[in-house]
């Protein structure tokens, strides 16, 4: 497409004047409401630059024509301001609720924004069985089941299921699994499950590990492992030494558990989050540690963007309106500064979770001890990562130089294809930056030129037309922060050339292009390098910047790859049935189950599929026709 096309999709923006942005905000307070509500700053082409809530909207937007009293951030947003919009509520809790949804959703330039939002991990034991389930789950609750979580990661999660598992002896296992069982598995070999698939243990005796299991999760642990520990010296007493020692096994799996959950802290005995927040040098860390039932399950490291000039206290507040946008809040929240609003946040969580939050700064005693503990980690993560950011700031200024830029890239982007004799061809997409990967931007394309697969020129052009294609269509203006400085090709002077031909044919000219090529005996630290008007060329083998490219060119092959594979591996799941209208799961399944492969469902004649129970003449028939078009 041609970058004039493109460009007219999408109106350009006027060179930014605070006087206009005024008589624009000034025009629509003729309108306004005394009311809440929740307002938009857009820029001329549409974008949105900033999304706030108000108790008076009128009164709250009126402050944005007084230029004089706003700090240099939000006079720049108001000089590209072209219009506004406006949402009334009924209150100020659901203009906040709404500002946050909107603020995840739109991601404006100028709030503070959460790009790392997850959902986290949990541990659930369902209850729609008569054998209940012991698995890991994450996202929505639509099953019938008690959750215990959060878990900060899943590796947390995982380490606990296997030793609740030893514990309490439950199964993991899906219900179809569990249905379709015989004899034990190999879980009931290792000691981890007691079997109850083929009656190995009664409903009432894996009812009373199912208990155990929720009363340890619960936060009653110290009264299970008072339990075990009775059970097993009256065992060792009557001198059943084999039942002793599965108690003392049992034991040693719940201490494993607790030694991972390390910080216990008394004034803490209920669910609790603890959210601390270090700021310096316009970077903010916020740690945010999960407390359930009074044990800690695991933190993790967040670095919102945000202006530099922000206030640590404002960067809080906005970052806990989102964090808890799409999760639950506990009852109690624990944070490291006074917040603006406090009450009424409180509030907004209590609504979303249904039930009161408490949102407090402790100024002593046990609970200012873990925001401590909080606030140290925060400080240690917030020094790691300007560590990395000082390192990869000097690698891409490395990378400038070697590839002769003006500056050092702010986006690098690397391609790479990956397929097995055409089948199920990949183009994949990685994307690094100051700040290292930026993984929610890594794309994938599933190649679709015909012929194109198994052709590495072709797949290249195919992958960067649709790529660039589309941000010239979409970002002309380059003011959305997709576009790349330098875009590495995995390859030689050939895929250079498509590539360059690919962007002459989108009119782009400003964008760097390097072929890097791996060299003899695809030998690391040999490889070459292809830019246009330069002849190839290497670098020291123990350049540090060598080393750097190499990783980026690895991650991209380490994507594509696995992209390739998990698309092989659905492939292999499917069944030439799966194209047929009409067939069901329990279809398929006796149709597999009497002819043993979809194969065989294509060979067999009407009379044999009609044969199949459930498969009556008009299915049998529909069956037939789809594998035999022409009679």
Not at 604 to 614: F, I, K, T
Request: glycine residues 8%; contains cysteine; positive net charge.
């Amino acid at each position: 497409m041609p970058a004039g096309e493109g460009a007219a999709a999408r109106p350009k923006r006027r060179p930014a004047d605070i006087n206009r942005g005024v008589e624009i905000i000034r025009e629509h307070l003729k309108t306004l409401p005394q009311t809440p509500g929740v307002y938009r700053m857009l820029a001329g082409d549409g974008a949105v630059l900033y999304v706030g809530k108000a108790r008076n909207l009128k009164r709250r937007v009126t402050n944005y024509t007084q230029v004089g009293k706003l700090p240099v951030r939000l006079q720049r947003m108001v000089a590209e301001t072209e219009t506004m919009e406006f949402v009334n509520t009924h209150t100020e809790v659901e203009a906040l609720l709404l500002e946050s949804n909107l603020i995840k959703k739109l991601m404006p330039r100028y709030n503070v924004l959460l790009r790392d939002d997850k959902t986290f991990p949990h541990i659930m034991i369902t209850k729609d069985h008569d054998y209940p389930q012991l698995t890991k789950h994450r996202g929505a609750r639509g099953r019938d089941a008690d959750y215990f979580g959060p878990f900060a990661s899943a590796g947390a999660v995982n380490r606990t299921i296997t030793a609740l598992q030893r514990a309490f002896l439950l199964r993991n296992c899906a219900d179809t699994v569990f249905a379709a069982r015989t004899r034990p598995c190999l879980q009931f070999q290792i000691k981890r499950c007691t079997a109850p698939c083929v009656g190995r243990v009664s409903p009432a005796e894996y009812q009373a590990q199912v208990n155990h299991a929720r009363a340890f999760l619960s936060g009653k642990s110290r009264d299970i492992q008072t339990e075990f520990a009775d059970r097993m010296m009256a065992a060792s007493d009557a001198m059943d030494f084999e039942t002793a020692a599965r108690y003392r096994d049992r034991i040693r799996a719940l201490t494993a558990i607790q030694a991972h959950q390390d910080i216990n802290v008394e004034g803490v005995v209920e669910d609790a989050d603890v959210i601390a927040a270090y700021a310096e040098g316009g970077v903010t860390c916020i740690q945010v540690f999960f407390f359930r039932g009074g044990r800690n399950y695991g933190n993790r490291a967040y670095f919102p963007s945000h202006d530099k000039a922000a206030e640590t206290d404002e960067v809080l507040a906005a970052f806990i309106a989102q964090f808890y946008e799409n999760k639950a809040a506990p009852p109690l929240v624990l944070v490291s500064h006074a917040l603006p609003e406090l009450e009424l946040l409180s509030e907004a969580l209590a609504v979303r979770a249904g039930h009161k939050v408490e949102l407090a700064e402790p100024k002593r005693g046990e609970k200012r001890r873990i925001v401590e503990h909080a606030l140290t980690n925060a400080r240690e993560a917030h020094g790691r990562r300007l560590a990395e950011s000082s390192s990869q700031a000097r690698l891409l200024e490395g990378v400038a130089a070697a590839f002769g830029m003006d500056s050092a890239p702010e986006r690098v982007e690397v391609y790479d294809n990956s397929h097995i004799q055409g089948a199920h061809a990949i183009g994949g997409m990685i994307v690094a930056g100051p700040d290292g990967f930026i993984k929610n931007a890594y794309r994938k394309f599933n190649i679709r030129t015909e012929g194109a697969a198994g052709d590495d020129f072709a797949m290249i052009r195919e992958v960067l037309t649709r790529r660039f294609g589309r941000a010239v269509k979409e970002d002309p203006e380059r003011s959305l922060g997709s576009w790349p400085d330098l875009v590495l090709i995995d390859g030689g002077l050939g895929q250079l050339n498509v590539a360059l031909e690919v962007f002459a044919e989108l009119g782009i000219d400003d964008v760097t292009l390097v072929g890097i090529a791996k060299g003899p005996d695809r030998d690391a630290g040999r490889e070459h390098f292809f830019m246009e008007n330069r002849p190839p060329f290497q670098m020291e083998p123990r350049d540090p910047v060598l080393y750097f490219l190499q990783r980026l060119r690895d991650e991209a092959h380490r994507f594509a790859i696995g992209t390739h594979r998990a698309k092989r591996t659905k492939a292999i799941g499917k069944s030439p049935i799966d194209e047929i209208a009409g067939i069901g799961p329990a279809r398929k399944k006796a149709l597999l189950h009497h002819f043993g492969s979809g194969a065989a469902v294509a060979r067999a004649g009407l009379a044999d599929l009609e044969a199949v129970e459930g498969i009556n003449r008009t299915v049998a028939k529909k069956i037939y026709d789809h594998f035999h078009p022409d009679g």
